[in-house]
């Protein structure tokens, strides 16, 4: 049963092994070395000196199919020069190969003191990652007024591979990838960026809802985050490779976006005041090839200390501010209760129509594979496994593995809010219990898994009623 699976991923392995082994594939002119999977470590450096103010004109990420011709331009030109680093001088901590290690190296890890996912490091550390990639492109065209743009799948508008990525959709195109599976033209699925997912993001109540704690992930890291990665697959579906994809860039700088909207969305949605997340030191090179130290307190205002905004987008914002005035954004856990038990206390609070959430700490799914596992109220429900539509569907969780040899194995803990829908809460109010189960497919139309969900920590959360009239 797991065969088919296996084999595949054994083939990823293999055809990344044998690309390393065969050492280059071509690009457009330039040879472009490919490493091993494994082998991401930096290159050598001293102590770190601190960031330093930055002063450049304070400039829009824009959304990457929204860019001017002339823009596409610079920022082809921008990821060629870097992909020329990794030719003329491999050591280079600018090239294309070393930027990508900078991820494997931080992210592919089981080490938990290195790991800068699953915890409160994860959006921290990936905006300073962007920040220095961005300004290292910024200087290998000359412009400091560079900024990444960034994907956009958060708005309907932009849920297919942005435009300069795909087209030409081959090797002359520096900004292309051969590994990925999602095709151009192919829209990242609703159950994993569609307005519901994004919606329930934004209205958590908490940092630790939403960006996770010291020592366990927040929801979005799962889905949307996890799901797109999975979602393009290749290259991207496994955090060693991820940031060989340039699309991962743009990836992040949405997910980044996300932990922007989220603070601006409600005046309660403020993040850790606590010194433990404020001194959090990443390290990182610059433009410069300088060895640098920045904090966590040093990227939260990205504005004045980063020098760059996301483009107002119009409908956007409109749509976002019609959001926050008719849903509840402040969320209290009210009662805790533990599936598949039957629970007074939960029945009580989903009666009315106060909106209602699962909140699981620690969730356990199999992590073998890297995969989206949707979730379902019931065993039936799962095995149809009809997606968003379905009215036991409860939400998705993406998994991303460090490694394809699952050499490296996620540790780690997964922490997911999930809204209840209409008829989950009918069924709680008739005081039937739900015993949710997850669904996990390798690959499209794979071998697909059905399991009873587990997880160490479970409670209700009741949105409180206080949406404007
Ligand atoms: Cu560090 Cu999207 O991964």
């Not at 051969?178 to 159950?191: E, I, K, M, Q, Y």
């Amino acid at each position: 049963m797991f065969r088919a699976k296996e084999e595949g991923s054994r083939r990823l392995f293999l055809q990344q092994v044998s690309m390393g082994v065969l050492g280059t594939w071509g690009l457009g002119g330039l040879t472009i070395p490919e490493l091993p999977q494994g082998t991401c470590d930096l290159p050598p450096h001293g102590a770190a000196t601190p960031f330093r103010r930055d002063c450049r004109p304070i400039r829009p990420r824009q959304a990457a199919d929204r860019l001017t011709p002339a823009e596409v331009t610079q920022l082809k030109a921008a990821y060629q020069a870097m992909r020329a680093l990794d030719t003329s001088d491999p050591s280079d901590p600018r090239g294309f190969i070393q930027q990508a290690n900078v991820h494997c190296h931080n992210c592919a890890t089981s080490d938990p003191a290195l790991q800068m996912h699953f915890s409160w490091r994860f959006f921290a550390w990936h905006r300073a990652y962007l920040y220095f990639h961005e300004r290292i492109l910024g200087k290998l065209v000359g412009n400091e007024n560079f900024r990444l743009p960034y994907w956009g799948w958060d708005s309907t508008g932009f849920r297919t591979l942005p435009a300069p990525y795909v087209s030409p959709n081959d090797a002359t195109n520096p900004l292309f990838n051969p590994t990925r599976v999602l095709t151009p033209g192919t829209s990242l699925p609703d159950a994993d960026v569609g307005p519901t997912v994004i919606n329930d993001v934004l209205t958590l109540g908490s940092f630790d809802d939403f960006g996770g704690t010291a020592t366990g992930s927040g929801t979005p890291e799962g889905t949307p985050h996890g799901s797109v990665h999975v979602d393009v697959g290749g290259d991207m579906g496994f955090f060693s490779s991820a940031a060989r994809d340039p699309v991962f860039y743009q990836h992040h700088a949405t997910v980044d976006k996300l932990w922007s909207d989220w603070n601006k969305a409600s005046p309660i949605h403020t993040n850790p005041t606590a010194t433990a997340f404020r001194d959090l030191t990443f390290t990182f090179f610059d433009e410069n090839k300088a060895w640098r130290s920045i904090t966590a307190a040093q990227v939260l205002d990205h504005e004045n200390s980063l020098r760059y905004v996301y483009e107002p987008f119009r409908f956007w914002e409109r749509f976002l501010c019609l959001i926050w005035r008719s849903f509840p954004t402040d969320w209290r856990v009210t009662r805790r209760i533990v599936i598949p038990r039957t629970n007074p206390g939960l029945l009580r609070a989903v009666s009315g129509d106060a909106p209602v959430r699962l909140q699981l700490r620690g969730l356990e799914v199999p992590r073998d594979r890297s995969t989206n596992y949707r979730i379902y109220a019931n065993e039936a429900g799962a095995q149809a496994d009809a997606g968003p539509k379905s009215p036991a569907y409860l939400g998705s969780v993406g998994v991303v593995l460090n490694d394809p040899a699952n050499k490296n194995p996620l540790r780690g803990s997964l922490n997911v809010v999930l809204s209840l829908g209409p008829e989950v809460r009918a069924t709680l109010a008739r005081g039937e219990a739900i015993q949710p189960y997850v669904v996990s497919r390798a690959g499209k139309e794979g071998e697909k898994r059905v399991i009873p969900l587990r997880a160490t920590d479970v409670a209700v959360s009741v949105g409180e009623m206080d949406r404007e009239k």
